[in-house]
């Protein structure tokens, strides 16, 4: 089988099964095979690995995670793809496909079924829900190494954000905590059939084998974060006093700012991870 990984095949393969690329599912199929060879190579996946993909589509990245992995485990929600996976990765013996939704699945099992290896999780994501994939992979107890992942440019930037910009805020920070956050390439409407709307990128996040930051409460951190940003002119004390689910007062956040030299009229985009980190065990319940 040639590979997918171009304009001409992935005409072919869709007319041969008489399919379109549906809308709801997010599909936008790569043609670049320079992109599919960058995404392994930045994964970088190698024949001891075990691979997590998300959404194989018609199977174009998986061909080539296929021949770079020890084993790949695809996971795709449109079941009518099944009969063309068949086709298209019937030369690999290392592919398993699961029909399923990966918001749903149980990625332990994944894990204790491949002999209990780390994963790299490697994916053209369908950007209609790459934040709960994201914080769904992170949150999981399954060891996972590494995620390599096309999204949009404009969630890579924010992604890879540090204080002081406008790209920065509860997804930068969210990320942050749990791993190391690289644009590997900006990807063009140009390569994928049908061209979505926006630039992509590819992103690679090597996990942190402990969170960035220790916290008592990652709870309460991660609300204080998404309340600095919710309102994002307002100053990170109005915004802490005004959510009353947190429950704190206006001479608490003053005193915590105090406490840690922060201005008191600070914005939350200045604020980095570690302070984050202080501000919420000093603002405990
Ligand atoms: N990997 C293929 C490629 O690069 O050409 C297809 C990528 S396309 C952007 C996203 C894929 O994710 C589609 O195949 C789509 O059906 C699948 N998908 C969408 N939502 C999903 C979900 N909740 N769980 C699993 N797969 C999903």
Redesign the pocket.
């Known amino acids: 089988m040639a590979y ?1 990984g171009n304009a001409a095949r ?1 005409k072919e393969v869709l007319a041969k099964y008489n399919m379109s ?2 809308k709801k ?7 670049d095979s320079h992109v ?1 060879e960058g995404i392994v190579e930045a994964a970088g996946v190698t024949d001891d690995d075990l691979v997590l ?10 061909q080539y995670l296929a021949e770079a992995a020890g084993k790949v485990v695809a ?4 079941k009518t ?1 099944l009969p063309v996976l068949a086709d298209t990765l019937s030369e690999y013996d290392n592919v398993t496909v699961i029909n ?6 149980d990625l332990d099992e994944i894990v204790s079924e491949n002999g209990g290896r780390p994963i790299k999780v490697v ?7 790459t934040t709960p ?1 994201i914080m769904k992979l992170f949150e999981s107890r399954a060891r996972i190494e590494s995620i390599t992942v ?1 999204v949009q440019k404009e969630v890579a930037d924010r992604m890879a954000a540090g204080p002081g910009g406008k790209d920065y805020g509860s997804l930068s920070l969210a990320v942050g905590y749990y791993a190391k956050a690289v644009t590997v390439m900006d990807v063009p409407p140009s390569s ?1 059939i049908p061209q979505p709307n926006v630039g992509s990128a590819v992103v690679n996040l090597s996990r942190y084998t402990e969170p960035r930051v220790k916290v008592q409460d990652e709870k309460r951190l991660f609300e204080i974060v998404r309340t600095a940003f919710n309102q994002r002119r307002k100053t990170l004390s109005n915004s802490l006093s005004n959510n009353p689910s947190l429950g704190v007062s206006r001479q608490e956040v003053a005193d915590a700012f105090l406490k840690m030299g922060v201005d008191e009229k600070a914005r939350g985009e200045i604020l980095t991870l570690e302070q984050f980190a202080e501000l919420s065990d000093i603002l405990q319940r």
């Open positions: 997918l992935t690329a549906k599912f997010g599909q936008n199929f790569l043609i599919l993909e998300i959404g194989p589509g018609i199977g174009s990245l998986t996971v795709e929600i449109d793809l399923e939704d990966i918001l749903k699945v994916a053209n994501l369908p950007y209609y829900i994939i096309m994928f």
